[in-house]
């Protein structure tokens, strides 16, 4: 009868080590969650690169299909024009009458 009850307190202690091991060691729930976390996280990650690399994708095909789109960025970025046409600016007013600057008075030492 005494060995019956030192199996069963070494079966309880034994299931108590591994329930331990499950719910807080290496590898348990815990870090279970952590990484499904970190892979949501890259999903979303992947997922806005995903989108961003349709557009350069479609972007290079545009550019690869015609000169409309060449000549739109070279319009836009590099700020070309063709020959024979005149070019504009509009500028601002509010930017281009900086503020005087402040004067220093001449006025006798003391």
Same mark, same amino acid.
């Given at each position: 009868m005494r060995w019956l009850r030192l199996l069963l307190l070494a079966l309880v202690a034994l299931l108590g080590l591994l329930q331990y091991r499950l719910w807080f060691g290496n590898g348990g729930r815990q870090a279970v @969650?952590?990484?499904d976390a970190?892979?949501?996280e890259q999903g979303r990650q992947n997922e806005g690169l995903g989108q961003r690399n349709a557009a350069l994708a479609a972007e290079v095909a545009d550019l690869k299909s015609g000169e409309a789109?060449? @000549?739109e960025r070279a319009r836009n970025e590099l700020g070309m024009i063709r020959p024979g046409e005149t070019f504009y600016r509009v500028v601002d007013d509010a930017r281009t009458a900086p503020a005087p600057p402040p004067e220093a008075e001449q006025g006798e030492a003391p």
């Amino acid at each position: 009868m005494r060995w019956l009850r030192l199996l069963l307190l070494a079966l309880v202690a034994l299931l108590g080590l591994l329930q331990y091991r499950l719910w807080f060691g290496n590898g348990g729930r815990q870090a279970v @969650e952590v990484l499904d976390a970190r892979v949501q996280e890259q999903g979303r990650q992947n997922e806005g690169l995903g989108q961003r690399n349709a557009a350069l994708a479609a972007e290079v095909a545009d550019l690869k299909s015609g000169e409309a789109a060449i @000549e739109e960025r070279a319009r836009n970025e590099l700020g070309m024009i063709r020959p024979g046409e005149t070019f504009y600016r509009v500028v601002d007013d509010a930017r281009t009458a900086p503020a005087p600057p402040p004067e220093a008075e001449q006025g006798e030492a003391p």
